[in-house]
C-alpha cells in the first residue's frame, strides 16, 4: 500500500474538495477556508483556534465539537458562531442548547454529524484516544484534508486508514509535531531514497530519575511535563514514552516504512522535532521550539508558509543538542509498541485500548505508576488478536482489550 500522505501528494488538483489546496489558497480572501475541528476545547484545538483568530480572512471555523466540556465549548461557540456544533456528552449537549437557544448536536452519532458537516475544506482531528476513530473516517470519506492529531487513529487501524483516503480521495496531513517534522523533511525527496525515519522524544519528566524510585512516582510529578504543555492524558504517555511508540506506529502507516528503519532517540532540548536519513548519508531535520502552533498552521496552510508571530529560536545564543538511545528498562513502553507493530493485526490496537484504560486508572489514582507498563504487557500476552481485516473487528478488539485491562487491574492493583 502506498502511504496514505506521500500518495496523496500526488493525487489530481480534483481530489480535494471542488478545487486543489493550492487554488482554494488563493481563492482565501472571496472564499476563507471552512474549516471543522473535532476536539475544540483541548489543547490541539484551542491552539487551532487561536491560528484561526490570527487570519481572521482567511480561516472560518464552521464546526467545533467536543467531549463534555460544557463551558469552554460555549465561549468558542459565542465567539467563533459556528454553523455547527457537537457535544458527545448527550446531557451537556442538550443543556447547552438551552442556554444558547440553538441546536447542539449530541452523542457519537452528532460527532459523526459535525465530521462529515458539508463544504467543509480541512477536518482538523484533535479528539483524545480511540474515540477520535469514527469521526476521522467519516472526515475521510468526505474527501477532506484531515489536519490528524489523533494518533490513536493510525495506532488502530492505520493500515485501513490509508486505504480508505486513497478510495475517497482524502489528503491525511500530520499534526504531531514529529509527523510533521518528517512530513516536511520528506517534500521534493524520492520515496525510495529514504533510509531511516528518527523520531525524538524529550525524556519526560523522568528521563533521569532513578529507576527504583519510580513506584514512588506521584500523579503530580507525572503530569509536570519539562518541555510541553499538553492534555493530561498524552503527558502521562509522554512520561511513559509510550507516545513515543504510538508514534511510532503512527509513521509506520503514514510513511509507509517498515518499522525496523525507525529509531527513537532521546532528545532533552525538543529543539529538532524528528529526522530523516537518507541514502545517500545525508539527514535532514526539522527544528523549531517546542511549540505546537507551527505544526497546527503548517497542516492547515501547507505546502504554503504564511507570515506568524511564533516562537522562534534565537541562534545567536549558545544552543546545546544533546541524543541518547532511550533505555528499554527506563521506558518499557515503547518496546512494547515496537512488540505489537511487529505482530501486526490487532495487536496496537490491544496496545492502545490498554494504553487508554491503565492511564485512566492512573490518572484516577487506582494503580501505581508502574503498573501502567506491566498492566498493557499483561493484556497483550492474554489476548492474541487474529488479522482484524475491518474497522468493525478492531474496534472489537480494543473493547477486549479494555475489558480485561479493568479485570486485571482490578484483581491485582499495586
Known amino acids: ?3 496514505c500522505v506521500l ?3 500526488e493525487l489530481p488538483d480534483d481530489a480535494f474538495s471542488s478545487s486543489s489546496h493550492n487554488e482554494q489558497l488563493s481563492l482565501m480572501k472571496d472564499n476563507p477556508i471552512r474549516i471543522a475541528i473535532l476536539g475544540s476545547t483541548g489543547s490541539i484545538g484551542t491552539q487551532t483556534l487561536e491560528i484561526i483568530s490570527q487570519y481572521p480572512d482567511r480561516f472560518r471555523a464552521v464546526v467545533l465539537a467536543a467531549g463534555a466540556n460544557i463551558d469552554k465549548l460555549e465561549a468558542q461557540i459565542r465567539k467563533y458562531q459556528p454553523e455547527c456544533a457537537a457535544l458527545f456528552d448527550s446531557s451537556k449537549a442538550k443543556e447547552l442548547s438551552k442556554r444558547l437557544g440553538r441546536t447542539i448536536l449530541d452523542g457519537a452519532q452528532g460527532v459523526l454529524e459535525a465530521a462529515k458537516w458539508p463544504e467543509v475544506d480541512i477536518v482538523v482531528t484533535a479528539m483524545v484516544g480511540s474515540a477520535g476513530l469514527l469521526p476521522t473516517i467519516a472526515a475521510i470519506k468526505s474527501g477532506r484534508r484531515i489536519a490528524l492529531a489523533n494518533k490513536e487513529t493510525m495506532v488502530v487501524a492505520g493500515d485501513l ?3 480508505l483516503a486513497q478510495q475517497y480521495g482524502s489528503e491525511i496531513v500530520p499534526v504531531d509535531s514529529e509527523h510533521s517534522a518528517i512530513y516536511q523533511c520528506l517534500i521534493g525527496e524520492p520515496e525510495n531514497a529514504v533510509d531511516r525515519l528518527i523520531i525524538t522524544a524529550s525524556g519526560g519528566p ?3 530519575r532513578p529507576i527504583e524510585t519510580f513506584k514512588d512516582i506521584t500523579l503530580a510529578e507525572a503530569l509536570n511535563h519539562p518541555n510541553w504543555n499538553m492534555g493530561s492524558k498524552i503527558t502521562i504517555d509522554s512520561a511513559t514514552m509510550m507516545n513515543k511508540g504510538l ?6 502507516w503514514l510513511f509507509d516504512i517498515v518499522e525496523t528503519k525507525i529509531d527513537v532517540v532521546i532528545h532533552p532540548q525538543s529543539i529538532i522535532h524528528s529526522m530523516v536519513q537518507f541514502s545517500d548519508g545525508s539527514t535532514k531535520a ?4 517546542p511549540d505546537m502552533k507551527v505544526p497546527i498552521q503548517y497542516a492547515l496552510t501547507s505546502p504554503e508558509r504564511w507570515t506568524a508571530d511564533h516562537p522562534t529560536v534565537d541562534w545567536s545564543k549558545t544552543q546545546s543538542l544533546t541524543f541518547d538511545p532511550p533505555s528499554p528498562d527506563r521506558f518499557p513502553n515503547l518496546k512494547l509498541a ?3 507493530l511487529e505482530i501486526g493485526g490487532g495487536m496496537p490496537a490491544v496496545l492502545n485500548a490498554a494504553n487508554e484504560e491503565a492511564v485512566s486508572l492512573f490518572l484516577n489514582e487506582k494503580i501505581n505508576f508502574n503498573r501502567i507498563s506491566s498492566l498493557i504487557e499483561s493484556v497483550m500476552q492474554r489476548i492474541e488478536p487474529e488479522a482484524a481485516n475491518s474497522i468493525e473487528e478492531r474496534l472489537d478488539i480494543d473493547l477486549e482489550a479494555r475489558a480485561l485491562a479493568k479485570e486485571l487491574a482490578g ?3 499495586n
Open 1 to 3: 500500500m502506498a502511504a
Open 7 to 9: 500518495f496523496l501528494q
Open 161 to 163: 486508514i490509508g486505504v
Open 206 to 208: 523522568f528521563r533521569d
Open 247 to 252: 508514534e511510532v506506529i503512527e509513521a509506520r
Open 286 to 289: 526539522q527544528l523549531g521550539p
Open 338 to 340: 515496537f512488540e505489537a
Open 411 to 413: 484483581v491485582d492493583v
